[in-house]
């Protein structure tokens, strides 16, 4: 019998004389008892990782990580409960966001931010930047944060930021949202550059030196093929869907996750 907070317990007291009305119930929970230990069993074998987390958009909100809110979608209460060990907690910038706003500099207060959050709860939270370090603080028991940025948006047209970004640890990059930059046209956007850009190209470049993921969610068809070609290590989606089950210009067509698979 396990439980955590906002869980229900439920005992079950069985009289033997009643045993051969209630057995079909007493099968069922026992069943149920019975996946529930093997489903936890797996979870303790396999690295469950969520590979984009929203939940600083609402650091505004004054959000804490540490208790339960129901706005949001992953907190420790939530990653505790649903046995998940790891999460990736992007920076979020629109593509709107003029340069005169500085989105560097908000993306960077976006990560001491997280790594705030990490600090308060350091018993049960720890930064993580490899794969070595997800497995570590698994066995040490704690969850892991990783970081990104959703928005090529964040480089301010300079790889030099995208170098200072590597040093605070980001795991990976999407190139572009809901819109072209100067990187690669979106799945939303005017076909500006006709796929990747000439900057893009120098981006992904240097994204693959500094051993950071090239991410394609929201890029535009002729983007994610012209970085399929340009990267020299794989590429992610990592919160894209399949076209066939959802018709949505940022979803991936079957040849799209064929050649990813390839």
Not at 14 to 32: A, K, S, V, Y
Not at 96 to 111: E, G, N, R, S, V
Not at 112 to 119: F, N
Request: hydrophobic residues 35%.
């Amino acid at each position: 019998m396990e439980s955590t907070e906002y869980k229900s317990i439920l005992g079950v007291q069985w009289h033997p004389e009643c045993l051969d009305d209630g057995l079909p119930i007493f099968q069922w929970l026992i069943g149920e008892a019975r996946q529930y230990r093997q489903t936890c069993d797996v979870h303790q074998r396999v690295l469950t990782l969520d590979t984009h987390c929203d939940t600083p958009i609402f650091f505004p909100e004054n959000v804490d990580f540490g208790s339960r809110d129901p706005k949001l979608l992953v907190d420790l209460h939530k990653m505790t409960e649903g046995h998940q060990d790891a999460t990736i907690m992007v920076a979020y910038l629109p593509q709107t966001m003029p340069l005169a706003d500085h989105p560097k500099q908000y993306t960077d207060q976006i990560f001491d931010k997280i790594e705030a959050i990490v600090a308060k709860h350091s018993p049960y939270i720890s930064i993580a930047r490899t794969p070595d370090d997800l497995w570590m603080h698994k066995h040490q028991g704690k969850k892991s944060i990783m970081l990104g940025i959703e928005n090529g948006h964040a480089l301010e047209g300079s790889l030099d930021n995208l170098r200072h970004f590597a040093q605070r640890g980001i795991v990976y990059m999407t190139l572009c949202h809901n819109g072209d930059n100067d990187i690669c046209d979106s799945a939303r956007g005017e076909h500006t550059h006709n796929g990747v850009s000439a900057f893009g190209r120098e981006v992904i470049k240097e994204i693959n030196r500094l051993g950071i993921m090239v991410d394609l969610s929201h890029a535009g068809e002729k983007s994610f093929y012209d970085a399929l070609e340009l990267s020299k290590t794989p590429i992610v989606c990592s919160h894209s869907s399949c076209r066939a089950l959802c018709d949505h210009p940022r979803n991936l067509t079957d040849d799209q996750m064929r050649a990813l698979a390839q």
